[in-house]
């Protein structure tokens, strides 16, 4: 009876100790419990359909009306609308990372108070922000709207650095930190190319100079080859190779996050054709490292879907053949249609 006694008084010893152990991973949260209210304009203007019960803010609804909890709101149309979203959250007091991706507009409220205002059209981007939580419950608000094309929306949270409550009876241990965010920098080059996406020939947006360290908002390898990273450089926000940067901590700490080129290979068409000029690499991406899907034949005819531009030229196109949706190199291709009616990525 003794030992039996004494072994339940160790497990409940362990089973406290682990409960002081400070947890330093860095977890992705979308909330629960949203709410929302749809609008036919772009403005929040006019009548609003509500939805409730909603699982976090994390919808690809492409170029189709949005389809929320597996049903579409009623009277919204797939273009021109906007929405607004509210939410209660018990947000353990620290502070956090927001990550917010849209293709259009988005704006985000804490407590009342406006702290992302990128109401704009825009293509897919991704911007973040750090806010410190003294109390809660935390009210938030997220507002998004959709011009025309692809309509994406999520919305998310790390948290960073937590303060830790003393049990009753038990001296307060130290604030537990969270693995620190790791830094890049340029290393080896004059300049890396900013890109749309985490591939090659994904769109240049911008160029990455040596001499500065930044804090990458999420990682990506779908490539296969190296790590990219998305980064906020204050007037740009893109992905870069890890190729030629300089990382300072641990990139296994920076959460993974997939992109729009990830999620466009049920596109419908655009009455535009790709002709290839010779036989050309079909790729599942637009990258040389990326997977070959196939060979295309000169002279074939393929559905343009997509395209990615750089210095102002077609670059890489994303086209149907054969019923399956990958990337060819632009250069030795023509086009036949209106090359205007094709997104760029």
């Known amino acids: ?203 240049l947006i911008g160029v990455l100079r040596p001499g500065t360290e930044y804090p990458p908002i999420a990682r990506n390898r779908d490539e296969g080859t190296y790590n990219w990273y998305l980064i906020n450089t204050g007037t740009q926000t893109g992905w870069v190779s890890g190729r030629y940067l300089n990382i300072t901590g641990d990139p296994n700490s920076i959460p993974l996050q997939s992109t729009v080129f990830e999620q466009i290979d049920n596109l419908p068409d655009t009455g535009v054709l790709a002709v290839p000029r010779s036989v050309m690499n079909f790729r599942r991406r637009p990258s040389v490292r990326s997977e070959v899907l196939a060979q295309i034949p000169w002279g074939a005819e393929t559905q343009l879907l997509g395209r990615t531009v750089q210095g102002g030229q077609n670059f890489w196109l994303q086209v149907r053949y054969e019923g399956q949706v990958g990337w060819i190199y632009a250069p030795f291709v023509s086009i036949r249609g209106d090359v205007n009616a094709v997104p760029v990525r």
């Open 1 to 203: 009876m003794k030992r039996t006694r004494s072994a339940w008084i160790i497990l409940f010893g362990l089973v406290l100790l682990l409960a002081l152990v400070p947890d330093t991973a860095v977890r992705a949260d979308f909330g629960t419990n949203w709410s929302a209210t749809f609008f036919n304009s772009t403005d929040l203007s006019g009548t609003g359909v509500p939805v409730a019960g909603i699982n976090g803010i994390n919808f690809n609804w492409g170029t189709g009306a949005p389809v929320v909890n597996g049903v579409a709101v009623p009277g919204i149309g797939s273009d021109n609308f906007s929405v607004r979203f509210t939410s209660t959250q018990s947000l353990t007091p620290g502070t956090y990372n927001f990550v917010a991706s849209s293709d259009d507009g988005i704006r985000v409220y804490i407590n009342g108070a406006l702290v992302l205002d990128k109401f704009v059209g825009r293509v897919l981007t991704t911007d973040s922000f750090n806010y410190t939580v003294t109390t809660t419950p935390v009210n938030l608000t997220v507002e998004y709207f959709e011009g025309v094309d692809q309509a994406i929306v999520q919305f998310q949270w790390f948290l960073q650095t937590t303060v830790a409550t003393p049990l009753p009876g038990v001296t307060p241990s130290p604030a537990a930190t969270a693995v620190p965010a790791l830094t890049v920098s340029v290393t080896f080059v004059k300049g890396l190319a900013i890109r749309t996406g985490p591939y090659l020939g994904a769109s």
